[in-house]
């Protein structure tokens, strides 16, 4: 008697459980919630702060990048050198010029790894400023047509949903 008055509690709850999830999706229909996507990986590649912000980039960042290249040639040159004039060289003198060269070769690595973070530091505080100026631009949008939700880089998008163009345009209508 106990297990068929549980059966039966245990189906109403079944039964409520499952109308639930099957009404849920109508109730945020009907409750209007509207939701925008935006890419930003495209609104930082393809928007005029974002074309500013690799010109910057580049010409802060050229000449210590053509040096670290050309400090790389110089290297490769001077070991190349020394790979054909060993056999002529005394023990002492190749093993000089070999230290050498591997304290050359650590201190171009320690510049490019200083390069490294030079750039993704001033990468990350340009993207930064980009972010700020486009989360103002999404908010103006989400007020202008009214949207509850604008989510960033969704699996799929249908056209219809995605602001990014629009974001992209308001961007560059700034100064």
């Keep these: 008697m106990k297990f068929d008055k549980f059966s039966k509690v245990f189906q109403i709850g079944l039964v409520a459980i499952s109308s639930a999830f099957v ?5 945020a229909q009907d409750a209007g919630t509207r939701v925008a996507v935006v890419n930003s990986e495209k609104v930082f590649n393809e928007s005029n702060f974002a074309k500013a ?3 910057r980039l580049q010409n802060e960042f050229t000449k210590r990048q053509n040096d670290l290249r050309d400090s790389a040639e110089k290297i490769k040159t001077a070991a190349e050198k020394l790979d054909r004039d060993s056999a002529v060289m005394s023990e002492a003198e190749r093993v000089r010029r070999q ?8 201190e171009l690595q ?9 750039l993704n530091q001033r990468t990350f505080e340009e ?4 972010a700020e100026k486009a989360n103002l631009v999404l908010r103006q949008i989400a007020e202008q ?4 939700v604008i989510v960033q880089e969704a699996a799929f998008v249908s056209p219809k949903a995605d602001i990014t163009d629009d974001v992209i345009k308001a961007l560059n209508s700034q100064k």
């Design 23 to 27: 009404m849920s999706p109508t109730y």
């Design 53 to 55: 912000m690799q010109t």
């Design 99 to 106: 230290r050498e060269l591997a304290d050359q070769d650590r």
């Design 110 to 118: 320690r510049k490019q790894r200083e390069f490294t973070e030079d």
């Design 127 to 130: 993207r930064a400023k980009i």
């Design 145 to 148: 047509r009214k949207l509850d």
